[in-house]
């Protein structure tokens, strides 16, 4: 069901002019990305005019990967409003390989890293038990955080090796104007104008930046430089490969793939109400997407690309999350590759503006997360998991050198905070799912204290399983309520054994005991038949016990009662 601050959810269909609008918000949050293949071919001493295509020929590849990932195909397409982007854990492998052997060699092992991602996706169903909700939560948390993390090191112009900040007040105050304009129109504006929010404060700021000089020298020499139409120039070669270089690129694609999980959850999460946990089989065909938009990416010789979680911020705070917007942007983008001119401009926005646009939409990331793991009861197992894995997450921002001196083999993993996060939390679950059931029971004896000793067993077991607090909640007021109606109409001998399972789609709550069977009616008793005779007072709690789940059974095993409550989870 759609939440009530989407004004068009995923399904819906905007007008024309609400889903250009809304793609050009998507497209200033991407842009700010495309530093990357910029950084990979200066790095291996390319001249303007190469670069200048690299960048035309990404527009392609992006844009490709976006509508890929917004198509609601059978086998492929998460088919939400999540955008593509080159992506930061192939600039280091993609500079060695273009070193070592040109762009054939950087072709071929993005096509490896396309295939390997496809074939992660292949097993994420098997993947579930251990990416269960919280850990969802906690990934949707990271790339937040991460998000966030860009937005500071804009704002304030820090370099990520000395942190040193080198933004001037008059950039500082730019990005404060622009995100308090962002902000409020957000809070206090209505309709149109909320969803232009994003886009009119990245418009006043780019503004306000040239109009103040707060322009880097650097974005103007590239914009006076570019052309306003041309054609990409595809020069098609044989890929090359290298098993030096093959764990890295794989190891790529696994960290692709994680993130790309994140995504669309987020992406789920922000259009269902009602969302409890990921659908594995969407993920499945996101990370598919996204693996054949790094083969389109491999193809056209240019850097591989990964779901852009900057998209669900901003759908989330505008409203508008249909995935119309997604085809208009990769029109745009596929559009714009012909036009140098245009991503010159986006390449070139201040980093004041980026800064504001970024934490704009790391605040609804964020938020998103924190709700999914606080919607699960936590044991001291996933108190450890969430704690530990956020720590050394954020402990890669704080302590970047630290990490720096990982050995080569782990360089991939640990190459960025929200990558170790989810790496530790993954395999963090795995270790402590060791020894834990998935059925308990309990002898409830008779008396004043039953109530609080189903409260604390189940409340225990639902922690250990990571249930939902509002299933927890029922299955605690239905078993208490049907142990004492058992207790005071069924003749009870002994105490009430309660047994419970948990299979993360399903609870079960199982009462048995040595008496008399509960019945459980279909139409209520009338008043005369509850105020008249005994068994009306039993037929009466037999039907309200009915109310209090999914499912109600009643049967005998030998000569034990059995009463049997479903909780869907």
């Not at 303007?48 to 990404?58: K, M, P, R, Y």
């Not at 001037?168 to 995100?179: C, V």
């Not at 139409?229 to 290298?242: E, G, I, K, N, Y």
């Not at 170790?420 to 799912?433: D, T």
Request: charged share 15%; net charge neutral; proline share 5%.
């Amino acid at each position: 069901m759609r939440p009530s601050n989407l004004i068009y959810s995923v399904d819906e269909k905007p007008p024309a002019l609400v889903c250009l609008v809304n793609a050009a918000q998507q497209l200033t949050i991407i842009t700010p990305f495309l530093i990357y293949p910029i950084l990979v071919m200066r790095a291996v001493g390319a001249d303007e005019q190469a670069i200048a295509n690299f960048v035309g020929l990404s527009f392609l590849a992006i844009g490709v990967g976006t509508l890929l990932q917004a198509w609601p195909g059978k086998w492929t397409g998460s088919g939400f409003l999540i955008s593509s982007s080159p992506a930061a854990a192939f600039v280091p492998i993609a500079i060695a390989a273009i070193k070592a052997g040109g762009l054939p060699l950087l072709t071929g092992m993005t096509l490896i890293a396309g295939l390997a991602e496809i074939g992660f996706a292949q097993i994420v169903r098997r993947f579930r038990p251990f990416f269960p909700a919280e850990v969802s939560g906690l990934c949707i948390l990271l790339i937040g955080i991460y998000v966030g993390v860009l937005a500071i090191r804009a704002a304030f112009g820090l370099d990520g090796a000395a942190l040193e900040a080198t933004a001037t007040p008059r950039e500082l105050a730019i990005s404060g104007a622009t995100l308090a304009l962002m902000i409020g129109l957000n809070l206090w504006a209505k309709g149109t104008l909320r969803m232009l929010c994003a886009i009119t404060g990245v418009v006043a700021g780019y503004l306000a930046a040239v109009a103040l000089g707060a322009f880097d020298p650097a974005a103007m020499r590239v914009l006076t430089g570019a052309a306003i139409f041309a054609l990409p120039r595809w020069q098609p070669a044989l890929p090359t490969f290298s098993l030096d270089l093959l764990i890295p690129f794989c190891a790529a694609a696994l960290i692709c793939t994680l993130r790309g999980m994140g995504d669309v959850a987020t992406a789920q999460k922000i259009n269902d109400r009602d969302w409890i946990r990921p659908d594995m089989a969407t993920i499945r065909k996101g990370i598919v997407s996204d693996g054949l938009g790094t083969v389109v990416a491999a193809l056209l010789g240019v850097l591989g690309g990964n779901t852009q979680s900057s998209a669900n911020g901003m759908a989330n705070a505008t409203g508008v999350a249909s995935r119309r917007v997604a085809f208009w942007l990769g029109g745009m983008l596929i559009v714009f590759a012909f036009f140098p001119i245009v991503p010159a401009v986006l390449v070139a926005m201040p980093r004041a503006v980026v800064g504001a646009a970024f934490l704009f939409t790391a605040c609804f990331i964020m938020i998103s997360g924190l709700q999914i793991i606080t919607s699960r009861l936590l044991d001291a197992r996933r108190t450890f998991i969430i704690g530990i894995a956020l720590t050394l997450s954020l402990g890669h921002e704080i302590f970047p050198a630290l990490y720096q001196r990982a050995p080569t083999v782990l360089a991939p993993f640990v190459s960025s905070g929200l990558v170790i996060g989810l790496l530790i939390a993954l395999i963090l679950n795995a270790l402590f799912r060791i020894g834990m059931r998935t059925r308990a029971s309990i002898a409830v004896e008779q008396g004043a204290g039953a109530h609080d000793a189903i409260r604390a067993f189940l409340e225990q077991q639902g922690g250990k399983w990571g249930a939902r607090r509002d299933v927890v909640e029922r299955a605690i007021f239905g078993t208490a309520q049907a142990e004492e109606s058992v207790v005071a109409h069924c003749n009870v001998q002994g105490p009430v054994e309660v047994e419970a399972s948990f299979d993360e789609f399903n609870l079960d709550v199982r009462l048995s005991w040595t008496g008399d069977a509960l019945q459980l009616p279909d139409k209520r008793p009338s008043e005369e038949e509850v105020r008249e005779t005994e068994e009306g007072l039993l037929l009466l709690a037999g039907y309200l016990i009915q109310r209090n789940a999914d499912r109600v059974r009643a049967s005998r095993k030998g000569d034990r009662a059995v009463l049997e409550f479903h909780f869907q989870h």
